[in-house]
């Protein structure tokens, strides 16, 4: 839930009684028993519960940490984890099911499994963790639920499934409660396993703060960072967020797709269509090794100059309007808020290409080919066949090619939120934009290294298409030599200023009163 909206909680205590307060301030640990159960729970232990022999009850030295009870309705898959995961937390917990004796061994036995009525009477805070078709069945309870809080946990199975969210639906059947809309992006399994770092954040939302604020320290107490996500009218987009499948990536990932189409099928014509049609020669076994790694690279290095040209595009814009206060057209926007995706992709695709171009040498048409060119050699008489411009090249490009993906490593590390949280902005921003941006240069001499002099070289040319290489250096080096004028002293100084606030033209003419007391036409003017 990386980057969702929303505000993190102030954890207040005013309301909730003394008792339950403490334990409810952040980082309050868990107590001993529950701490103890919680590390050897596992997966297996869902049935058998853990705390029978440690349950929280007659043990002089435990008492529960929070003392406050929340209730838990239905006992599927997401009520058993939420009932461990708060028994853990040193929560009293009573579940109300419509067969408590059926389903009482699958809980703690520090739980109370009892019927739905019984089990409302004894809390304030109730978790409905059955599906919102099933909420109609609970209407029964409406008088008992009056005055108390519900959170509701549900998902849908298709984006804005129905007109209304489930959290609106359940609060319009039980008008006399407060829904709080929240923990439905945790799995039951993150529950039970305890929050790591990636699904932390349980996103909350409700149109009574109190009641907001009484569920985002419940979360806090389990181990969750609960997001405020304001009031009821974001419930939607919260059940929305769990059907979403990497919405950032999509994008980056169809250019990425587009790019390997177009390269893939100049290189089939090139490589195997062309020999076929003129030299009637099969060079289908190419496909897999070959055209593919003469693909990836492609791709790889036009999706790593589409990493900075955002950039440069955006400074232009920046020196063009002399501001940096207006606001980039949404394409811009959107590029430059994917460029993190996009260059991943091009790291994956470079990496795939280093390991593609090492296995070169061991294919078996490699060592044919070998062997007929020695064979051939020897036949003609031809002993020394070293090309040293040749020799060169090869270790030049090689080299070059090794270092380009050792560049392009090192970001890819920076991009993790663990290593990126570790670095002040100005490191990480040395890194992506000059060290990309090194990467990207270093890239292009692994380019021209290998590609050489083949782009002036008739036979390179198949029906004549130029060499692949040679169209992948268009949008690169538009960025570096785009870089390379920004970084002239006067560009530079002036694209700093206005990145320090600096605006052409931003000033007021007014006129100033003469000593005479009549107004001079003369005109001064500041930067406001
Ligand atoms: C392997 C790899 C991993 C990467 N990982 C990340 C990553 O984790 N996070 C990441 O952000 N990038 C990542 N990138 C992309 C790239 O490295 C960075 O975005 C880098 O900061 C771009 O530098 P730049 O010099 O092009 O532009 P910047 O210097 O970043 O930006 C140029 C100017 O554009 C404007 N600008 C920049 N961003 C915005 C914006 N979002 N909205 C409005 N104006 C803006 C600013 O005025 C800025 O001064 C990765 C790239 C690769 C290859
Ligand atoms: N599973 C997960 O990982 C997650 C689930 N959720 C949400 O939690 C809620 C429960 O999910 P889950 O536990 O997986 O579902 P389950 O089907 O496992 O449990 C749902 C519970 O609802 C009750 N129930 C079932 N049928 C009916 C019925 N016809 N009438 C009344 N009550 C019924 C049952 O409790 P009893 O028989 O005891 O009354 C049952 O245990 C859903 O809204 C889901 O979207 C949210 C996030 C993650
Ligand atoms: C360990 C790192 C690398 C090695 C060993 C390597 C090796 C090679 C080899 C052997 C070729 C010739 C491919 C062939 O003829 O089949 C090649 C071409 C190429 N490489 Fe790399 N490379 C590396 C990294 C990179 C990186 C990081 C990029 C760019 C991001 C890149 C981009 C290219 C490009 C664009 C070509 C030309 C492809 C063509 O037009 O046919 N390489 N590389
Ligand atoms: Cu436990
Ligand atoms: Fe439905």
Same mark, same amino acid.
């Given at each position: ?18 008792? =339950? ?66 028994? +853990? ?74 007109? &209304? ?53 419940? =979360? ?16 939607? &987009?919260?059940?929305?967020?769990? %059907? ?17 189409? +177009? ?52 400074? +232009? ?40 171009? %090492? ?9 044919? %080919? ?103 250096? %268009? ?54």
């Amino acid at each position: 839930m990386r980057g969702a909206r929303g505000k993190s909680f102030p954890v207040a205590t005013g309301h909730v009684r003394a008792d =339950a307060a403490n334990s409810l301030a952040p980082g309050n640990p868990p107590p001993e028993t529950a701490r103890v159960c919680c590390s050897r729970m596992s997966r297996g232990d869902m049935a058998k519960p853990l705390l029978g022999h440690g349950s929280t009850e007659g043990d002089p030295g435990v008492t529960p940490a929070s003392g406050r009870t929340i209730g838990v309705l239905g006992s599927g898959d997401f009520a058993r984890s939420l009932a461990i995961r708060l028994v +853990c937390s040193g929560f009293k917990v009573v579940v109300g099911s419509r067969n408590p004796k059926r389903k009482a061994s699958l809980f703690p036995s520090a739980a109370e499994v009892t019927f739905q009525a019984e089990a409302v009477k004894k809390t304030d805070v109730i978790f409905v963790a059955v599906f919102r078709e099933h909420y109609s069945t609970l209407c029964d309870l409406a008088d008992v639920l009056a005055g108390k809080i519900l959170v509701d946990v549900s998902n849908n199975t298709e984006i804005n499934h129905h007109k &209304e969210s489930n959290a609106e639906y359940l609060a319009s059947l039980f008008p006399a409660s407060t829904v709080v809309k929240g923990f439905n992006v945790v799995s039951a399994w993150t529950l039970q396993s305890g929050a790591r770092d990636g699904n932390k954040q349980v996103l909350i939302c409700s149109n009574n703060q109190e009641a907001k604020r009484t569920v985002a320290e419940i =979360a806090q107490v389990m181990g969750f960072t609960p997001v405020d996500m304001g009031c009821m009218s974001s419930a939607c &987009e919260i059940e929305n967020i769990p %059907l979403r499948l990497l919405p950032a990536w999509k994008i980056p990932i169809f250019l990425a797709l587009g790019l390997f189409l +177009c390269f893939f099928t100049y290189n089939l014509i090139r490589q195997v269509i062309h020999p076929f049609i003129r030299e009637q020669k099969n060079k289908l076994y190419k496909i897999p090794i070959e055209v593919v790694n003469t693909t990836l690279p492609c791709v790889s290095y036009v999706l790593l100059s589409l990493v900075y040209l955002p950039g440069v595009l955006a400074a +232009c814009s920046q020196l063009y309007y002399g501001t940096k206060y207006r606001r980039f057209p949404d394409w811009l926007d959107q590029w430059l808020q994917h460029r993190k995706q996009i260059g991943l992709l091009s790291f994956f695709c470079a990496a795939l290409h280093a390991v593609y171009s %090492l296995c070169l040498p061991m294919r078996r048409s490699h060592r044919y %080919l070998l062997i007929e060119t020695a064979v051939k050699q020897a036949v003609e008489k031809k002993m020394n066949i070293w090309v040293e411009e040749e020799v060169w090249r090869m270790e030049i490009y090689i080299s070059v090619g090794i270092i380009a993906l050792g560049l392009l490593s090192l970001l890819a590390i920076t991009s993790l939120p663990s290593i990126a949280n570790s670095l002040n902005w100005r490191e990480f921003s040395f890194i992506q934009s000059s060290l990309g941006f090194i990467a990207l240069v270093v890239s292009t001499l692994h380019t021209l290294t290998y590609g050489w002099s083949r782009a002036f070289d008739e036979n390179q040319y198949k029906f004549y298409l130029p060499p692949t290489y040679t169209l992948t250096l %268009l949008v690169p080096c538009t960025v570096i030599i785009a870089k390379v004028i920004f970084s002239l002293p006067c560009i530079r100084h002036r694209l700093l200023r206005i990145r320090r606030g600096w605006e052409k033209g931003r000033y007021v003419k007014f006129v100033l009163p003469s000593a005479t007391g009549e107004y001079s036409s003369g005109e001064t003017s500041s930067n406001v």
